[in-house]
């Protein structure tokens, strides 16, 4: 049975930091493209960030230069480094792990509030 799970949420001050984790079981990662994605209150699900099987990295203009997504092929763990945190980065984000054999799997999601 394969599993995302997600971890590091919380919440944290304007200017912040946290980082999140998704645990992998039950696939090996480094064979999937992996991706963080989050949804705010009322708005659509938006790719925040993506990593490829090369390591290749994308991210939204949002959060250039404030986040990293990384992988630790190893532990089988994908992370997300958030910082510099603003108000509208509060959202639920989301593990995402596909391939080009149609397999797409989904994390259930870990809250990052972002207030004063």
């Known amino acids: 049975q394969v599993q995302l799970v997600e971890s590091g949420g919380g919440l944290v001050q304007p200017g912040g930091s946290l980082r999140l984790s998704c645990a992998a079981s039950?696939?090996?990662?480094?064979?999937?493209?992996m991706g963080w994605y989050r949804q705010a209150p009322g708005k659509q699900r938006e790719l925040v960030a993506r990593i490829s099987t090369g390591g290749s990295t994308n991210y939204i203009d949002s959060v250039k230069g404030r986040f990293t997504i990384s992988r630790d092929i190893a532990k089988n763990t994908m992370y997300l480094q958030m910082n510099i945190l603003k108000p509208e980065d509060t959202a639920v984000y989301y593990c995402n792990a596909n391939n080009d054999f149609g397999r797409d799997y989904w994390g259930k999601g870990t809250l990052v509030t972002v207030s004063s």
């Open positions: 039950g696939i090996i990662s480094a064979l999937y493209a």
